[in-house]
């Protein structure tokens, strides 16, 4: 079955910076890529996705990146801000209603 | 207004308890899931409903038992509670395959 590893599992970041989550996928039939923003004691909540047969979307500060060959795709967050600050999930879908999550990553984001 | 809510927030509860946990959606969302965060915040599906159907079933002790009474309702049952249900348990709802999924807030759920 399909397996997503996500890196880093914490990073921080000073207000202004970028920051870069990076996840790779086993299936390589996998064809939706959701990023996922959990605050605390809030349930997630979906920032942006991306299909397979897209290699780049943006929204704002929010970019995604999809490399099909190699299998990973990255999370880009521009201008960093506090309120950034969560814990951030890729997690990868094969034509099912199957969502396999990451193992999140904690952004924070220092004044 | 709560797109996805979850009843209750905190569950505590003693091992071999019977409990429940109540989901409903507002969206007229055809699909509804339940997923797992455990201590490590990792998630994992459990199930999956699509119109009231069980779609996917993954691996869960057969001590979860899932009920969709209707399009808008997936509950959650969970006979004799153990220790390492403690966890927090969080229903979704999405229109369909590929589009976001929209999570409620959470069940804490701590077995004693």
């Known amino acids: 079955g399909e397996n997503v590893e996500q890196h880093p599992s914490t990073l921080s970041v000073q207000e202004g910076d970028s920051a870069v989550i990076k996840c790779t996928y086993s299936?390589?039939?996998?064809?939706?890529f959701p990023w996922y923003k959990q605050e605390l004691g809030k349930g997630p909540q979906l920032i942006i996705d991306?299909?397979?047969?897209?290699g780049e979307k943006k929204d704002q500060r929010i970019a995604v990146t999809l490399n099909k060959t190699a299998k990973h795709f990255s999370l880009h967050i521009t201008e960093t801000q506090p309120e950034d600050s969560a814990v951030y999930f890729c997690a990868a879908s094969v034509n099912t209603d199957k969502l396999i999550f990451g193992t999140g990553t904690r952004l924070q984001v220092f004044p | 207004d709560t797109a996805v809510s979850q009843t209750p927030k905190y569950l505590v509860t003693q091992m071999g308890n019977d409990k429940s946990i109540k989901c409903e959606q507002n969206l007229g969302h055809d699909t509804m899931y339940w997923y797992k965060q455990d201590s490590k915040k990792f998630l994992k599906i459990m199930f999956s409903?699509?119109?009231?159907?069980?779609?996917i079933n993954e691996t869960v002790p057969n001590r979860f038992s899932p009920k969709s009474p209707d399009k808008a309702h997936l509950n959650l049952h969970i006979n004799s509670l153990e220790l390492g249900d403690s966890a927090v348990y969080f229903c979704?709802?999405?229109?369909?395959?590929?589009?976001?999924?929209?999570f409620g807030q959470g069940t804490r759920l701590t077995v004693v």
């Open positions: 409903y699509n119109n009231k159907e069980l779609i």
């Open positions: 299936d390589s039939a996998s064809n939706y």
């Open positions: 991306i299909r397979s047969n897209v």
């Open positions: 979704a709802s999405s229109q369909a395959w590929g589009h976001e999924a929209f």
